[in-house]
């Protein structure tokens, strides 16, 4: 048994729910997600008990590609992230009627598809185009399903796709230089490569072009908050639960280790791009009154914490970054479903419509509070975990590193305290808010179960990613 | 060779089609000849040989181009059912020029003579005139085959001077001669003179930049049919014969000439790219994506000894987007007086099998995986920057992205407009056409060794 089966289930997932109809599409989608993740979590034992599960297999002959899928624990962090959330944003989204389901859902596994495959290829040639396949979906779904005025949604939708094809495309040039190299794109074969001072610092700009925007890192991020705003929850959920996981996902496994003189050199420029993003996501989403697109900032900050956190290139930091990527993945997750059921009650996602909720749902305002704190890093929460290394490995550089990301929780707080305050207390909206339905109410609770249990015992996460991140960092110091 | 005389065979049958009364089965024999004919080409694959007095060599680089060629005519000439239906009296003779078009193309790639390659491309240009002008009740139809013509006959006239230069040079039109000759220290001034004047006149039927002026206005004047013939085979055949000149006759290309095919190149997909994005007529924007896409071809042309499978993979790649592309701006555009991208407006929801493939055909285009456009263009960079033009595949990279803007025009015209009329009918040629090149395209981006080995 190896990972190619994982995605393989998919693909035929994704045809399945495609000709099963409109009407049982969403429960084909559901079914197969599910059993992906069964399947993932199967591998995971394998894993453990040191069984190999990769697959490689020559492709191409003349340029020398590889169909290489390779796990160790890192793709598989990532890859049950993806496993674990696919599944619950199709959850997510059965209250919602979608015209043309069979084609939504089909894209959604498709998307998966692409994702668990840019986590795993082992082969820069498959890795990108996982990774450009992956833009393909998202880009129909924001479009078709997508909310607000056509006209507005198109442009933006259009400028994401130009924009982070654009930042890959130069991806792409360094992978054929690399190519050029190397003679082949296996990513063992890259990281022995022994390239100069300068030729690094070019490979590691253009990899950066393609990872800041998707990422995004300021001041790639123009693209971010109108996408998040004007795609359907879902979109938003697989863009930021899981999509922008790529970038950061890719920063620790391709640039840091080809590129580390590079990485090693301009080390401040980068923490300090990534802490910027930090304080400028905190600030806008201040001034925020459209719940989504608060949610949108507030993600631009965490991420731009998580991006510093990688570029410190100390074990910490790449941990920490990990941890805080799969908790970010829930938390983003969450908070957009509870965006999504404000929504369906009261039609609007301006902030200042909202509010008085907590007396008449106190079920759904409790979780909501909770993925608030979460969201804000509250100890025995797992960003918490995150979030703590991250900030300790950018005090091992630079203690004004720490003290300004810090300010992430800080500025957090008090935008996510305040948003709180206005959509759930204060005047009642005339409309009822009538208490969330089973469905909503489980999707919550498995995310907040998640977020306390790894928030009080990461150990099994932590034992997973270590071996792999060492890996990884004995690449990035090997000269 | 005996797939030369294959073809002619076919085009005579084609014509004696008519006077036997079998009009019903002009297209079906037609599709089945052209089988039996590909089978023969991939049949005699590896055995190589040259015939009258080398006037025809074949060998692979001939023998996988005229496979490709006769793959292309086979869904052109699957399209002609549907698109002629209204001219059925005169449908032998248009399919027989497509056969004898054919013909002047696999000779083009098969030619061991200056001679050979002239008429070669002299039928395969005549039968474009005519086709080009085919639909003679239509003012801008008249319009596109004169301006061809004019253009055209001027460019063959420029060939072959530069032919006539060639041989006062060196004294034979064999290029075997010419090649042998041309290694030797002290060459005439009229050789490189000839050889320049060879390499215009085909930029021309290229239409790379700055020979394209004619491009634009005839694909949009031409019946689509002619359009899709021009802009895929005619394109291909073109720039093959080009590769295979450049590369036969003169082994030791300078640096001076690389340096003009860098800047040509340049200059064809930027100005091809940002010409394009202002067109709002779909057979317009095509002829200019057409052009960019020749400055990408030309790319191949940096890197002579080395680059003919992957030229071979790009013309391919192209050639079958461009087939689906065209097959779909036929269905849609059946009984309009243009193809404005307005008739585009919601095919997605009237339409959603066509819909899809032309989205296929241009995410092929513009080089998104797993489309095999992406592996062409891959493969091209990788060959341009083993020869030391970086420059070069930075420009082309910027030029993806732009290109992806026009593209993306049409697209989003197909997906999120409304629709302003059902079309109705399902023509069953135009279905199996779009379907089946679509999905070589595919299979070529699965498994691209499947033609980058062919060569090898």
Redo the contacts between chains.
């Keep these: 048994m190896n990972v190619s089966l994982l995605l393989i289930l998919l693909l035929v997932g994704a045809f399945a729910t495609y000709l099963a109809g409109d009407k049982l599409a969403s429960k084909v989608a559901l079914f197969f997600s599910l059993a992906v993740l069964g399947c993932s979590i199967v591998l995971l034992n394998h894993f453990n008990a040191g069984e190999n599960i990769s697959f490689i297999n020559q492709?191409?002959?003349?340029?020398n590609i590889s169909f290489a899928l390779q796990a160790d624990g890192l793709s598989l962090a990532m890859l049950l992230l993806t496993t674990a959330l696919t599944p619950l944003i199709i959850f997510s989204s059965f209250g919602n009627e979608y015209k043309n389901a069979k084609s939504f859902y089909a894209l959604i596994l498709f998307m998966a598809f692409a994702m668990a495959g840019t986590f795993l290829a082992a082969d820069g040639?498959l890795y990108?185009?996982f990774w450009?396949?992956s833009?393909?979906p998202i880009y129909?779904i924001a479009?078709?399903w997508g909310n607000g005025d056509?006209e507005e949604r198109?442009t933006a939708v259009?400028k994401f796709?130009?924009y982070t094809?654009?930042g890959s495309?130069?991806m792409?040039?360094a992978f054929?230089?690399l190519?050029?190299r190397a003679g082949s794109l296996l990513i063992d074969d890259l990281y022995k490569l022994d390239l100069t001072a300068s030729e690094q610092l070019w490979i590691f700009l253009a990899f950066f072009l393609a990872y800041a925007i998707k990422i995004p890192i300021i001041p790639f991020h123009t693209w971010q908050a109108k996408v998040y705003q004007k795609a359907p929850t879902v979109g938003t959920m697989l863009l930021s639960g899981i999509m922008l996981k790529m970038g950061l996902y890719s920063v620790i496994r391709w640039q840091l280790p080809i590129a580390p003189l590079a990485a090693k050199q301009y080390m401040f420029v980068f923490i300090a791009l990534g802490i910027a993003g930090v304080i400028y996501g905190s600030i806008v989403a201040l001034r925020q009154k459209d719940l989504k697109k608060l949610l949108a900032y507030s993600s631009l900050a965490h991420v731009g914490l998580i991006a510093a956190g990688a570029y410190t290139l100390t074990l910490d930091g790449l941990r920490g970054a990990v941890l805080q990527m799969i908790a970010h993945g829930f938390v983003v997750v969450g908070l957009f479903f509870a965006a999504e059921i404000i929504f369906r009650r009261y039609d609007t996602r301006t902030i200042s419509e909202m509010g008085g909720i907590r007396s008449q749902s106190p079920k759904f305002t409790s979780m909501f509070m909770i993925l608030v704190l979460a969201s804000v890093a509250l100890p025995s929460t797992f960003n918490f975990v995150g979030e703590f290394t991250v900030l300790y490995s950018l005090s091992q550089i630079n203690i004004w590193f720490a003290i300004l990301g810090g300010t992430t929780i800080i500025l957090g707080a008090y935008y996510m305290l305040k948003m709180f305050q206005h959509v759930m207390l204060g005047e009642t909206n005339k409309k009822i808010f009538a208490d969330v339905t089973l469905n909503e109410g489980l999707t919550m609770v498995i995310i907040v179960a998640v977020l306390f249990f790894f928030g009080m015992y990461p150990k099994p996460i932590i034992d997973l990613i270590t071996p792999s991140l060492e890996n990884i960092l004995t690449q990035i110091n090997r000269n | 060779m005996n797939t030369l005389i294959a073809i002619t065979g076919l085009g005579v049958l084609c014509l004696l089609f008519e006077i036997l009364n079998l009009r019903k089965a002009i297209v079906p024999m037609t599709i089945i000849g052209l089988l039996a004919i590909l089978g023969l080409t991939v049949s005699e694959f590896n055995t190589s040989g040259s015939f009258y007095n080398n006037m025809i060599v074949v060998n692979k680089f001939s023998m996988a181009f005229s496979s490709l060629f006769i793959v292309l005519t086979i869904f052109l000439v699957g399209l002609s059912h549907n698109f002629y239906e209204d001219h059925q009296s005169k449908l032998s003779d248009f399919i027989a020029i497509k056969i004898f078009l054919l013909s002047g193309a696999v000779a083009m790639v098969s030619f061991g003579n200056l001679a050979m390659f002239f008429l070669g491309i002299e039928v395969l240009s005549i039968s474009l005139y005519v086709l080009a002008a085919s639909n003679r009740m239509n003012l801008k139809s008249n319009e596109a085959g004169m301006k061809y013509f004019l253009m055209g006959s001027f460019a063959s006239g420029i060939i072959l001077f530069g032919i006539c230069l060639i041989y006062g040079a060196m004294g034979s039109f064999d290029v075997v001669e010419i090649s042998e000759l041309s290694r030797s220290a002290e060459l005439p001034i009229w050789f490189p003179i000839g050889i320049a004047m060879v390499t215009i006149g085909m930029l021309f039927k290229i239409a790379a930049v700055p020979f394209h002026f004619w491009a634009p206005d005839v694909y949009e004047g031409s019946p689509a049919l002619t359009t899709a013939t021009m802009s895929t085979l005619a394109k291909v055949v073109a720039m093959a014969t080009l590769y295979k000149l450049l590369s036969v006759m003169n082994a030791n290309i300078s640096y001076a000439f690389q340096i003009i095919i860098v800047v040509l190149s340049i200059a064809s997909m930027t100005v091809g790219n940002i010409m394009a994005l202002r067109q709002t007529n779909v057979k317009r924007m095509l002829a200019f994506s057409g052009i960019s896409h020749a400055g990408f071809m030309l790319m191949a042309l940096l890197s002579l000894s080395t680059s003919a499978s992957d030229l071979l993979y790009y013309a391919s790649t192209y050639s079958l987007a461009g087939i689906a592309a065209f097959s779909v701006i036929l269905y849609v555009c059946k009984n309009r007086d243009n193809e404005d991208i307005v008739n585009f407006h919601g095919l997605g929801k009237t339409n959603p099998l066509l819909a899809a493939v032309l989205t296929g055909a241009l995410l092929s285009m513009a080089g998104i995986p797993i489309f095999s456009g992406f592996f062409a263009k891959l493969v091209l960079f990788n060959q341009t920057i083993e020869a030391g033009y970086l420059v070069v595949v930075i420009v082309a990279v910027i030029n993806s992205i732009i290109s992806v803007g026009y593209y993306f025009k049409l697209i989003l015209a197909m997906y999120t407009k409304e629709p302003n009329e059902e079309r109705a009918g399902t023509p069953f040629f135009i279905y199996a056409v779009a379907v089946v090149s679509i999905a070589l395209n595919v299979v070529l981006g699965l498994f691209p060794s499947l033609v980058l080995d062919l060569l090898g």
Excluded at chain 1, 59 to 63: A, L, R, T, V
């Design positions: 492709w191409i002959s003349q340029p040639l990108y185009i450009e396949l833009l393909i129909f479009l078709l056509a198109k259009v796709f130009i094809l654009a495309l130069f792409l040039v054929i230089y190519y050029q």
